[in-house]
C-alpha cells in the first residue's frame, strides 16, 4: 500500500504526529510536507493522510499565515512558514482513487475542525474516508504535543492500516 501523510506544520507539532501516523501505518508509508508532497509523490498513492494546525477554530488562512509572518505575534517562538499551506497544496491535488484520512494539533476545546475539512476535501478529490478525523493535543500555543500523544498517533495510523486493508481485500 502507497501511502502519504501529508502535513503543513508550523512549530513541529504536525510533523511529530505525521511521523508517528506513518510509523504505525507501516514501513512504506511517508510522511511529507506540503512542499514535497509533489504530484510525483502522491502519484498511485491507495492512502493519503493530511494534517494541519488548527488555528482560528479552522485550517490556517492566508491572513493566519500573513499574520504570522508579520512578526508582530509569536515573536518568541516564530512560526515556520516556509512551506506551502494545507489550502494552497490542495489546490495542487489531482483526483485521485484510494481512501483518506485528516487530522489536526490543538487544544481540546476549541470547537472548530481542521481535520474535518482535510477528510472532506480529500474525499471530493476522490480519497474515500476511511477513519474519523482526529485531534491530537498540545499543551499551549505551540506545543509541546500533550504526553501520549505520538503513541496514540502511532495507534491511530495502525487502525487506518488495517480498515484500508480490510476494504481492500
Known amino acids: 500500500m502507497k501511502a502519504i501523510i501529508v502535513y503543513e506544520s508550523m512549530w513541529g507539532n504536525t510533523a511529530a504526529v505525521a ?5 504505525g501505518i507501516g514501513p512504506e508509508a511517508m510522511a511529507l510536507n ?50 506551502p499551506s494545507m489550502r494552497s497544496w490542495f489546490k495542487t491535488l489531482s483526483p485521485g482513487s484510494g481512501h483518506g484520512a485528516g487530522y489536526e494539533t490543538g ?6 475542525s481542521a481535520a474535518k475539512k482535510i477528510a472532506r476535501k480529500l474525499a471530493s478529490t476522490g480519497y ?12 499551549g500555543t505551540y506545543g509541546p504535543l500533550n504526553d501520549g500523544e505520538i503513541e496514540r498517533a502511532k495507534a491511530w495510523g495502525a487502525t487506518i492500516a488495517e480498515k484500508v486493508k480490510r476494504t481492500t481485500e
Request: hydrophobic share 40%; net charge negative; no cysteine.
Open 107 to 112: 487544544l481540546g476545546w476549541s470547537p472548530g
Open 128 to 139: 474515500e474516508t476511511v477513519l474519523d478525523h482526529e485531534r491530537f493535543l498540545v499543551a
Open 34 to 83: 506540503t512542499s514535497e508532497a509533489t504530484a510525483e509523490m502522491i502519484a498511485d498513492a491507495d492512502l493519503i493522510v493530511g494534517g494541519s494546525p488548527l488555528m482560528g477554530f479552522m485550517m490556517p488562512t492566508q491572513s493566519t499565515r500573513d499574520t504570522l509572518a508579520s512578526g508582530k505575534q509569536h515573536r518568541d517562538n516564530p512560526p515556520d512558514l516556509s512551506n
Open 19 to 23: 511521523r508517528a501516523v506513518a510509523e
